[in-house]
């Protein structure tokens, strides 16, 4: 872990601000909810997000519908690409989601182009694909998408197994 070299008080009612910076690099939204971790004397915060909670069965969901379709499959939360499957899990894992998923996911609607366009999945990097993406909606608030990629094209398949694994973390979560 390394310090920021931030120092804040504590004040009488036990907050603390979390400066500008620090938010906007990591991407802390407004109302968003922080983990609290303590070790010893340390705390430390940590975004929190629902659909780390799915963890495996995204990975599981991945693994299959990548084995139905053949094509490249992602699960996002608000952030990060957090499971994937297929050849092209190397590239986006683990990695911040491009403003152009975040709108997406705003947006609150499916988007698909059957043939290869031009799409952002990582910020500052233009990749040519066919792709389907669903928002993957909790409560009405979208917290993250499913994403089938294709190097040649997209099919009703493809746009129907996406809409059937958003909604299903979607019901999963809120249960």
Known sequence: MKSTGVVRRVDDLGRIVIPKEIR???????GESLEIFVD?????LKK???MTDMD?????LVDI??????QSVFITDRDNFIAASGNLKKKYINKPISKQL???MKDRSIV???SVHSIEFLDSEVAEYAYVIS???????????VLIVSEQSIGQVEEKMADVVSKFLGKHIEE
Not at 56 to 60: D, L, P, R, V, Y
């Open 24 to 30: 906007r690099t990591l991407r802390i939204r407004d």
């Open 40 to 44: 010893r004397e340390m705390i430390a």
């Open 48 to 50: 929190f997000s629902k």
């Open 56 to 60: 495996e069965i995204s990975k599981q």
């Open 65 to 70: 519908v990548n084995s139905v379709t053949g």
């Open 102 to 104: 975040e709108l997406i």
């Open 112 to 114: 698909s182009e059957k």
């Open 135 to 145: 928002p993957v909606i909790m409560n009405g608030d979208a917290i993250g998408l």
